[in-house]
């Protein structure tokens, strides 16, 4: 019920806070003259380099010193890199030789990694500013971890709003990393503009233990500080070109509905806002209410949100079922038991909520309640099953994952519909090695986040590093489609009232929402100025 996928981008929070010539394809044309492909769309950021397909290869031997940099010579290595760029994205991408793996379990210490780092003197002056941009590459067991940062590399803060993703991998005793980074400032003015003009230093991290504290560290351009004040007349300059004319996916207009939303980005516990898409306009609905917030569901009024939540994140025998008012007033608790209640949805008409409750060991029954007088209405989960996730059809069906479909025990749940009596049971997805996440559907399809392993997500690590894709399948069991694959962990995708469009959030070492159409092309970043999004729903 507690997705690791939402708490991903917290522990990637956590990590940096220890830490510290265009072509490739076209899309549309104008008067013709065919457009270039995005950088973001031309490069896959999976840590698979090659640098001939990127542009000019620069190459320089580079000492690793040890004492974090300030010490002896330990090791030399070849760092190699090449940079592309359009009228929003700059690609940069990395090769450098290491004899030796280093990586570290996240749930135990930053007791050894391997890494990298880029920083940037944006303005070019010759002097390292504060809220200049910073990006961090580590490698942890199960992948690697980004960090957006600012600050000059020493300080490890994420940026308010972060931007950006990056990835590095290990093979054959070389590593490939790679960034693609925006061309202009965050919503909170840290960062800045990348251009011509911009000098940049590269850090190479070696065997870094932070307990300890021990480590080594090699500089492309000058070091070992690089503290407000540093002069950064020796770094290169930035390899960046006169952007030609892009097909840049636009951020459509017209968009109808209200979203609401759950975000730490003022209280950790999470707060609930709302997101007008025609205005741009967010609005927080709870002030500290004490609670772990989790799970909403806008009513098809936008009157009201359900959301289940807990004293803390971990404290699931007191998950309850709560509704509050899109205004924020009459904050209620709907159930109290000493179970684990969670992902209300509200019924077409809304005067249904249905959620998931943990009534045996181990395993969710299907729920429906009276959103008015919260009196339970039926069970839909036979005994020995486990369901969750359910959300509601417009015709009054109920879709959901379950594991009626598998073995005993096995951890690849599946997605299914079923009438709102409990009949006419009807499996929609059935892929091996797999399991499917939050469906939500319009009377013809469903969306879902697909979980691309064949181990049990909230009990597997690498569930913080591994593909989570965002399909749709026909609610007549008929076809599948992939919309995202594209090795991140994409979940949670919401239709929007029209059926043309899909909010989903994405984690890169911080989670935002997202804009797709209907065919998964990825059009931006739907709420602006915000980056940690746990939840969400559009009505």
Known sequence: ????????????????????????????????????????????????????AVGTVHEKAIDILDNFGNGAVVKTATLRYAARNDDRNLYIAFEWDDATRDSFDPAVALDNFDGIAIGFDNDGNGVLDENEDAHRLVMTNYGSAYSDLHAHLTDAIDDAVADGRGRMTYSAGEYHAEFLIPLAPDAAGEDGTLNATTRFNVLLYDHVQIPVPAGNIGYLNGGPQLGAGTVTTSWALLPHVAPGTYDQPAMPVGLTGLIAFISDHENPMGE????????????????????????????????????????????????????VNADGTNLQQITNNALLDGHPAWSPNDGEIIYASFRAAGKASLIRMNSTTHAEILNLTPAGANDNDPDWLPDGRIVFKTDRFGTAGSPQVRIAVVNADGTALHQLTNTAGTSD?????????????????????????????????????????????????DGWINWLPVYDPTGQYLVYLKSVGYTDARLMNKDGRDLGRLIPGITRVRYIDWK
């Open 437 to 485: 996440h939050d469906p939500v559907a319009t009377n013809t399809a469903t969306v879902f986040e697909r979980f691309t392993k064949g181990t049990d997500y909230s009990t597997d690590p690498s569930a913080l590093y591994a593909a989570w894709n965002i399909v749709e399948a026909r609610i007549d069991g008929s076809s599948e489609r992939n919309l995202i694959a």
């Open 1 to 52: 019920m507690i997705k690791p996928v939402r708490k991903s981008a917290l522990l990637l929070t956590l990590l940096s806070l220890l830490i510290g010539s265009c072509g490739g394809g076209t899309h549309a044309t104008v008067e013709n003259k065919p457009l270039l492909m995005p950088v973001a769309e031309h490069f896959v950021i999976d840590g698979v380099v090659d640098l001939a």
């Open 272 to 323: 609930i806002y709302t997101f007008n898409p025609a205005t741009s306009n967010v609005v927080r609905v709870t002030n500290t209410t004490g609670l772990y917030l989790d799970g909403v569901s806008l009513s098809h009024d936008r009157s009201r949100i359900a959301f289940y939540a807990a004293p803390t994140s971990t404290d699931y025998a007191n998950y309850e079922i709560y509704t």
